[in-house]
């Protein structure tokens, strides 16, 4: 049985992070770090530009982005780095918050629900109420 929805009652599962203007970096930076490990800004951005649609993206752009980012909780800072102009760059790596941020946003929960095993949903419930809990229990604070 499928429940059906009134399209314009539709929430979207995308997350936050993947929507809106920002979205393709977000995706781009991610991706970068992700393969790639712990890189200084001028590196994600030299990345970013071998990117089909993202060769016009600035570095300004992109540092803005990463710091952004950063308060948000998908990418911490892990150190400094000494630049051949001898100046200093941080570097930064994903978190777990990002990798999971990933991870969800590759699964198509319907079909999720659908085809996995009971013991596999019911981890996923486990995991998910905890989680629950614990920002309900943020929440009364």
């Known amino acids: ?17 993947f929507k809106g203007r920002e979205a393709k970096l ?8 992700a393969l ?10 030299k990345q970013v530009k071998t990117r089909r649609r993202l060769r016009h993206v600035r570095y300004a752009t ?6 952004t980012l950063e308060k948000s909780g998908y990418v911490k800072k892990i150190g400094v780095k000494k630049t051949k102009a001898g100046f200093k760059a941080s570097i930064y790596e994903l978190t777990a918050r990002a990798y999971l941020a990933v991870l969800l946003s590759q699964i198509n929960m319907d079909r999720f629900l ?25 929440r009364k604070s």
């Open 26 to 33: 977000n995706s781009a930076i991610f991706h970068i770090l």
């Open 1 to 17: 049985m499928k429940l059906r929805v009134p399209r314009g009652k539709r929430k979207s599962g995308r997350l936050q992070v």
């Open 114 to 138: 659908e085809e996995a095993e009971d013991d596999t949903v019911l981890s996923a419930l486990a995991a998910l109420s905890s989680a629950a809990q614990l920002l309900s229990m943020d």
């Open 62 to 67: 992109v540092n803005k982005r990463v710091r």
């Open 36 to 45: 790639k490990g712990p890189q200084t800004i001028y590196d994600i951005h």
